[in-house]
């Protein structure tokens, strides 16, 4: 039988791991069930999960992978598609925003046209890759997963989410109802 690694086990198990898998979890489980969601519920709804899982990615502190592999993605693109349809259905026209075009894009125009749509579903697949390995309950595959969440978050997710958020704040404050229109 292998030993347990006292710091692995108290990270993984720490509140803020805790937390951070509770609100992935629950925000993936809210994309995965959209089916009734509607226009002002959608956006109020995903304010609140995009903001609980920032904070906690925040909280976690810092690990170091442990083990040589990583698992597999599971989320699919048949998936991955079905969200990304789903948002954009409920956004309708307020789903497409404009970003400035990054340093290693193809597009050299100062602004771009994007889809909140497509941040999210890349937030997405992210926490359910996440949750799906954490869930596992193998601590060194849960420590390795949250310290790739972590890694990702920097690289990329963490700004689609942001990005994503601040667009839905502004639906939000503005009071706008993609559904009625």
Do not use: C
């Not at 993984?12 to 805790?18: D, G, H, I």
């Not at 083990?67 to 693109?77: R, S």
């Not at 956004?91 to 994007?114: C, K, M, Q, S, T």
């Amino acid at each position: 039988m292998q030993e347990k690694n006292p710091q692995t086990h108290s990270f993984v198990f720490s509140e803020a791991m805790v937390s951070l898998a509770k609100a992935a979890n629950e925000t993936a489980t809210f994309f995965e069930g959209l089916a009734g969601t509607e226009g002002k519920a959608f956006i109020n709804e995903a304010v609140i999960h995009l903001s609980a899982v920032y904070a906690s990615i925040l909280k976690i502190g810092e690990t170091e992978p442990v083990l040589d592999f990583m698992g597999e993605p599971t989320v699919t693109e048949q998936e991955w598609s079905r969200i990304f349809q789903r948002i954009a259905q409920i956004l309708g026209r307020h789903n497409e925003i404009l970003r400035p075009a990054e340093e290693d894009e193809f597009d050299r125009a100062e602004l771009v046209i994007h889809t909140i749509s497509e941040d999210l579903s890349d937030v997405y697949q992210e926490l359910r890759d996440f949750t799906s390995l954490f869930s596992r309950g193998i601590e060194e595959i849960m420590n390795d997963a949250a310290w790739e969440l972590k890694e990702r978050f920097a690289d990329h997710w963490g700004k689609k989410l942001l990005r994503s958020l601040s667009a839905l704040h502004d639906l939000y404050v503005s009071g706008i109802d993609p559904t009625a229109e």
